[in-house]
C-alpha cells in the first residue's frame, strides 16, 4: 500500500535554530499539507500545496513557516528561528482528489523538540 | 474557534460491545465528515466517510450517523474489538479541501 514518509521521525534542536521536515507524497497525489498536533492536543492545520503554490493557510502559518516542493518527489516544510512552542508532532499528508470526500493519507509524523 | 469538537476525551467498552464515539460541529458550510484513527506513533489513518447529503454510511463493523440539524454525526463500532483501541479523530471537509479536527476520543477496548 502506498504511504507517505516523512524524516526525520524526531529532530530536537536550539531555540532559535531553523529546522526542515521532510516528506515524500504519494506519487499521483495532486495536494500536499501540513498539519501539526502540540502535546495533548488536537491536529491542527497549518497548509495545503498544490500546483507548486500554497492554496490554503492558517493563522498558525506566519512568516515563520514555508513550504516547498523542491524536486518532484520532495515535499519540505522549514521552520526558521524555532521557538519552544513549535515543539509539537508534525504530520504530513497528501489526497487525490481536490475536494468531495477528500481523503486524506498521513505519514507517521516528524516530533520536533525545541529546547 | 471550535468548529468540530469531541466533548469526551476518552472511553472504555468492553470486547464485543458497541462503541459510540460523538462529535459536534458549528460549521453548516462542511460538505464531508470523516473519521480517523490515530494509534501511538503513527499519523491518523482514515477510516470512514459520510457527505453532508447522507444520514448513514456502513463499512463492516463500522457506521457513522450524521444528524444535520443537531450538527452532530457519531461513529458506532460493533463489535468493538481490542484492535481498535486506539484515538479516533472526527474531521471536517469544508472550502478549501482543509479538514478541521476535533480533539480526538481515546477509545479502550478490554478482553
Known amino acids: 500500500e502506498p504511504e507517505v514518509t516523512q524524516t526525520p521521525s524526531h529532530q530536537v534542536t536550539q531555540m532559535g535554530q531553523e529546522v526542515i521536515l521532510r516528506c515524500v507524497p504519494i506519487?499521483?497525489?495532486?495536494?500536499f499539507y501540513w498539519y501539526r498536533q502540540i502535546l495533548g492536543q488536537k491536529v491542527e492545520f497549518l497548509v495545503s500545496f498544490y500546483n507548486n503554490e500554497i492554496s490554503e493557510k492558517s493563522e498558525i502559518f506566519d512568516d515563520q513557516f514555508s513550504v516547498e516542493r523542491p524536486d518532484g518527489s520532495n515535499f519540505t516544510l522549514k521552520i526558521r528561528s524555532t521557538k519552544l512552542e513549535d515543539s509539537a508532532m508534525y504530520f504530513c499528508a497528501s489526497s487525490r482528489r481536490t475536494g468531495g470526500n477528500n481523503v486524506l493519507t498521513f505519514g507517521a509524523g516528524s516530533r520536533l523538540t525545541v529546547l | 474557534d471550535q468548529q468540530v469538537k469531541q466533548n469526551s476525551p476518552s472511553l472504555s467498552v468492553q470486547e464485543g460491545r458497541i462503541s459510540i464515539l460523538n462529535c459536534d460541529y458549528t460549521n453548516s458550510m462542511f460538505d464531508y465528515f470523516l473519521w480517523y484513527k490515530k494509534y501511538p506513533a503513527e499519523g491518523p489513518t482514515f477510516l470512514i466517510s459520510i457527505s453532508s447529503i447522507k444520514d448513514k454510511n456502513e463499512d463492516g463493523r463500522f457506521t457513522v450517523f450524521l444528524n444535520k440539524s443537531a450538527k452532530h454525526l457519531s461513529l458506532h463500532i460493533v463489535p468493538s474489538q481490542p484492535g481498535d483501541s486506539a484515538v479516533y479523530f472526527c474531521?471536517?471537509?469544508?472550502?478549501?479541501?482543509?479538514?478541521?479536527f476535533g480533539g480526538g476520543t481515546r477509545l479502550m477496548v478490554k478482553p
Open positions: 474531521a471536517a471537509e469544508g472550502a478549501g479541501n482543509m479538514l478541521t
Open positions: 506519487s499521483n497525489h495532486l495536494y
